[in-house]
C-alpha cells in the first residue's frame, strides 16, 4: 500500500463497516474486517469510531466493550470524533454515569489541547 492512503482505505472500509453495522448484518460486517486484515489494513481511529457508532446503535454492549478495550491496548489515542460518538452511545442508551464519565475525559483532552496551543507563545 503506497504512504499515505492509509487513512484513505481505512475511511473506504468505514464506510462499509458503518452499512452493514447499520443493517445489523453482524456476518457481512464480520466478513469486511477479515477482508480488512487480509488487506493488511490496520484498525486505525476511524475504524474504531466506526465500530463504537454502529455496535452502540445496535446495543451490542459486549462488542462495543471488546472494541474499547482493543483499542485501549493498541495505544490508538481518542479523538474528538471519537469522543463524541461514544456521548452519542451513551445517551441514546441512557448509560448516563458512562456518559459522564467520557465527558470528563473529553474535557482532559481539549484541555491538554488547549495548552498545547500555547505552547509556542510561551516565553517567545
Same mark, same amino acid.
Not at 468505514?14 to 487480509?38: D, F, K, P, T
Not at 463504537?52 to 454492549?61: I, L, M
Not at 490508538?76 to 442508551?93: G, R
Given at each position: 500500500?503506497?504512504?499515505?492512503? !492509509? =487513512?484513505?482505505? +481505512?475511511?473506504?472500509? !468505514?464506510?462499509?463497516?458503518?452499512?452493514? =453495522?447499520?443493517? %445489523?448484518? *453482524? &456476518? /457481512?460486517?464480520?466478513?469486511?474486517?477479515?477482508?480488512?486484515?487480509? /488487506?493488511?489494513?490496520?484498525? @486505525?481511529?476511524?475504524?474504531? $469510531?466506526?465500530?463504537?457508532?454502529?455496535? =452502540?446503535?445496535?446495543?451490542?454492549?459486549?462488542?462495543?466493550?471488546? $472494541?474499547?478495550?482493543?483499542? %485501549?491496548?493498541? =495505544? #490508538?489515542?481518542?479523538?474528538? &470524533?471519537?469522543?463524541? $460518538?461514544?456521548?452519542?452511545? %451513551?445517551?441514546?442508551?441512557?448509560? *448516563? @454515569? &458512562?456518559?459522564?464519565? $467520557?465527558?470528563?475525559?473529553?474535557?482532559?483532552?481539549?484541555?491538554?489541547? +488547549?495548552? !498545547?496551543?500555547?505552547?509556542?507563545? #510561551?516565553?517567545?
Amino acid at each position: 500500500m503506497q504512504e499515505g492512503t !492509509c =487513512g484513505k482505505v +481505512s475511511r473506504t472500509f !468505514c464506510a462499509l463497516l458503518s452499512v452493514y =453495522g447499520n443493517a %445489523h448484518q *453482524w &456476518e /457481512a460486517l464480520s466478513q469486511i474486517r477479515e477482508e480488512m486484515q487480509a /488487506a493488511g489494513v490496520q484498525d @486505525d481511529i476511524y475504524v474504531f $469510531t466506526t465500530l463504537v457508532s454502529v455496535f =452502540g446503535k445496535a446495543n451490542q454492549k459486549d462488542d462495543l466493550n471488546a $472494541t474499547l478495550n482493543k483499542m %485501549h491496548e493498541r =495505544g #490508538i489515542q481518542p479523538t474528538d &470524533e471519537f469522543y463524541n $460518538t461514544l456521548l452519542v452511545v %451513551h445517551a441514546k442508551a441512557g448509560n *448516563w @454515569d &458512562e456518559l459522564s464519565a $467520557t465527558r470528563a475525559q473529553k474535557i482532559r483532552l481539549l484541555s491538554r489541547k +488547549s495548552a !498545547c496551543c500555547l505552547c509556542p507563545r #510561551i516565553g517567545g
